[in-house]
C-alpha cells in the first residue's frame, strides 16, 4: 500500500504555471506506476499523466501534451506535474494515484490520495 498526500495547488490566472506534488510513503512506491488524474464536480475522473515505476516512460493525455510534464523523484518518494500554460478548462482537483497497471483508466489505480485543488482564472 502506498499513502499519498498532494500539494501545490492554488488559484491563478490563465497562462500561468504551476507545480503539483505528491508524496508518497510506503515500501511499494519505487514499484508503483504513479498517475495524475482530475475532476470537476458531475463529470468522471479524467486521467492527466502517468509515468512508469522503472524506465521512467510517461504517457499524457492530449489536451496535456506539452503544457504538464510528469515526473518522479525516487529519492524523496516524490512525483510532480508541472503545469504550464494553464487554461481555465484545467481547474478541477487534481488527485495521484498508485498502481501496477501502466494504464489510463482509473480503476487500474490502487491507491489515492486527497486531492488538491486548482483554479484557473480567465
Known amino acids: 500500500q502506498v499513502q499519498l498526500v498532494e500539494s501545490g495547488g492554488g488559484l491563478v490566472q490563465a497562462g500561468d504555471s504551476l507545480r503539483l506534488s505528491c508524496a508518497a510513503s510506503g515500501r511499494t512506491f519505487s514499484r508503483s506506476v504513479m498517475g495524475w488524474f482530475r475532476q470537476t464536480p458531475g463529470k468522471e475522473r479524467e486521467f492527466v499523466a502517468r509515468i512508469s515505476a522503472s524506465s521512467g516512460s510517461t504517457y499524457y493525455a492530449d489536451s496535456m501534451k506539452g503544457r504538464f510534464t510528469i515526473s518522479r523523484d525516487s529519492a524523496k518518494n516524490t512525483v510532480y506535474l508541472q503545469m504550464n500554460s494553464l487554461k481555465p478548462e484545467d481547474t478541477a482537483l487534481y488527485y495521484c494515484?498508485?498502481?501496477?497497471?501502466?494504464?489510463?483508466?482509473?480503476?487500474?489505480?490502487?491507491?489515492w490520495g486527497q486531492g488538491t485543488q486548482v483554479t484557473v482564472s480567465s
Open positions: 494515484a498508485a498502481g501496477v497497471k501502466y494504464t489510463s483508466r482509473p480503476t487500474d489505480y490502487i491507491d
